[in-house]
Each structure stands twice: as C-alpha cells, then as structure tokens.
C-alpha cells in the first residue's frame, strides 16, 4: 500500500476557467459519471459515491460559500 501524503491547495481560476468546470462537475454527477479534474498539477478522479456539500461561512466582514466534495478511497 502507498504512502499517503496531506494536500490542502487553493488555486483561483478566472471565471470563465471555474464556470467551465462547475458545468463538467453538473454534467458528470447528473449522468451519474465520476469526476476527473486537475488541480496544481495533480490528476484527481472523483467517483461516483462521492457526496457534495455546500457550506458558508462568516467572519467579520468576509462571508465564504465552499462547494465540497468527499469520498473515501479505496
């Protein structure tokens, strides 16, 4: 069995760059498809059992609405 490292990376996309991938990300889970996606180099593949959350977020002035996505690997 691999070694496995943590990874916590932000990466900022222009916005048509992020649009673009929410639209791949909806079609994939609407057709039941997992997810691949590559993020600061590294390929990630989503699976299908994966489930979605959506969270927000305040502090002071700054508010945050985080899309999530987790699975467990196998």
């Given at each position: 069995m691999g070694v496995s490292t943590e990874r916590d990376v932000e990466k900022v996309y222009p916005k048509a760059d992020f649009v673009?991938?929410?639209?791949?990300?909806?079609?994939?889970?609407?057709?039941g498809n997992r997810f691949e996606i590559q993020i600061a180099g590294e390929r990630i593949y989503v699976p299908v059992r994966a489930t979605f959350m959506i969270e927000h977020e305040k502090s002071g002035d700054e508010e945050e609405i985080e899309f999530q996505i987790k699975w467990e690997r196998k």
């Open positions: 673009a991938k929410l639209r791949r990300l909806a079609d994939a889970i609407e057709c």
